[in-house]
């Protein structure tokens, strides 16, 4: 009872810093962005569709990953806010970095700054997953139950309408200035909103907990893990469509070579198609992440998966740079499906103590999908071409929608597992 008092009591002020906190995070990410510019800047090191599609997949398995392994740690916290601070510095510290390898590529070549450039995404992607277990339970401790959806969605959308101003500009500072200062300019920007963010989270106002009283030892942890697995049928079938989604996803990670080798595309364009995309999550976090808390979140992943399908059918038969819009506002349904009702779905799963166990099992499970799935795709597009990649997620995106309509259930409905 106190718990929820200190909820509520909290709740308008945790909102607004929130907020501001993804605003200024968004923008950051829009002048950095894992989908365009970054992948932009690589191919200026390489032209290689393995090792560029390789991107979105470290900084996906870098989330993933650790949070399976962190879940027993988190799960004994009162507070989860030191460990969220202490882990998101080094989530922002890399984009430092990418500024400097903008300088080594000019001054030394690609030799050095591609090496260079692929450490600083795997050090920014562990840190991200060491950092997401113990934010998810955070916000799942100071956001009421009813709001998860509305709540994932808002601060989603806030970040998406900062990304997408800042992403364009982004494509006119790349047009606009010579090399280093080009991308070094836009990273340095990145750190900067990046930075503000980081002073909102700190302002986070969270109640201490009541310590939990499970056994420190990994046995223990592994023990309920496996537990969970065992019992929950419909979380094994939301971890298999979580699985199987990766490959219905698998043309994304290329859309940017595809259009660079394709149309010619320029820096500019690719900056608004960053903006199409970011705008696309803006509107479709606000409203995805309503309607799930109205009629179910589980409708919500359906919409994403279809809307994967959509983006690798238009993508598939596209004849000129313009037709990439569609396919990055499809894409950006599914990425809100996938991330923001995907949070907001999981963290509906299990009680408050085994909470942190079902978000590790539902990321840190589907990193071999997360980094084979690029694997194969960029080795199928050097080898055979973007088009079979596309053919492959179209096919892939059927079978996760029939996976979702026939066997995964809302976990709100299906009742606790026995």
């Keep these: 009872m106190n718990m929820k008092f200190e909820q509520r009591k909290n709740l308008k002020f945790n909102l607004a ?120 339970s955070m916000i799942a401790k100071i956001i009421p139950q009813e709001n998860h959806g509305t709540f994932f969605g808002a601060q989603a959308a806030i970040a998406n309408i900062l990304m997408s101003g800042a992403a364009i500009i982004a494509g006119y500072l790349l047009e606009s200035l010579d090399a280093p200062f080009d991308f070094g300019s836009v990273f340095l920007l990145t750190f900067f909103g990046m930075a503000i963010s980081y002073g909102f989270l700190a302002m986070t106002r969270e109640s201490v907990s009541e310590r939990r009283e499970y056994p420190d030892s990994s046995g223990h942890f592994w023990q309920l893990a496996r537990q969970i697995l065992q019992r929950d049928v419909n979380f094994r079938w939301f971890l298999a469509y979580r699985i199987l989604f990766q490959f219905a996803s698998m043309g994304f990670s290329f859309y940017i070579l595809y259009s660079v080798r394709q149309f010619s595309m320029d820096s500019v364009t690719a900056g608004y198609l960053t903006a199409t995309l970011t705008i696309t999550q803006t509107v479709a976090n606000v409203a995805m992440g ?56 999981t963290v509906r799963f299990g009680e408050d103590g085994e909470r942190p166990v079902y978000i590790g099992l539902a990321n840190t499970l589907v990193a071999p999908a997360s980094i084979g799935a690029p694997i194969l795709g960029g080795w199928i597009a050097d080898q055979i071409g973007f088009g079979t990649v596309y053919q492959i997620s179209i096919v892939s995106g059927i079978l996760t929608t029939g996976l979702l309509l026939f066997l995964v259930k809302n976990p709100a409905l299906a009742g606790r597992p026995k």
């Design 290 to 345: 309503w309607l799930g808390d109205k009629i179910g979140h589980h409708a919500m992943l359906v919409l994403g998966t279809v809307s994967s399908v959509f983006s690798a059918v238009v993508a598939f038969y596209a004849p000129t740079i313009y037709w990439m819009y569609p396919v990055f506002i499809f894409a950006g349904l599914a990425n809100v499906a996938f991330w923001t009702i995907g949070i907001a779905m």
């Design 17 to 136: 810093i929130s907020m501001l906190d993804a605003a200024f995070f968004g923008m950051g990410l829009g002048f950095g962005s894992f989908g365009t510019i970054i992948p932009l800047f690589f191919t200026k090191m390489t032209d290689s569709a393995l090792l560029i599609g390789l991107i979105p997949a470290i900084h996906a398995v870098g989330w993933q990953v650790p949070q399976l392994f962190t879940a027993g740690w988190v799960s004994r916290m009162a507070r989860y806010k030191p460990a969220v601070m202490q882990m998101t510095l080094h989530e922002r510290l890399p984009f430092l970095g990418f500024a400097v390898s903008a300088w080594l590529l000019y001054q030394y070549g690609a030799w050095v700054a591609l090496p260079l450039a692929f450490l600083l995404l795997v050090w920014q992607g562990v840190a991200a997953g060491l950092t997401a277990n113990p934010w998810q």
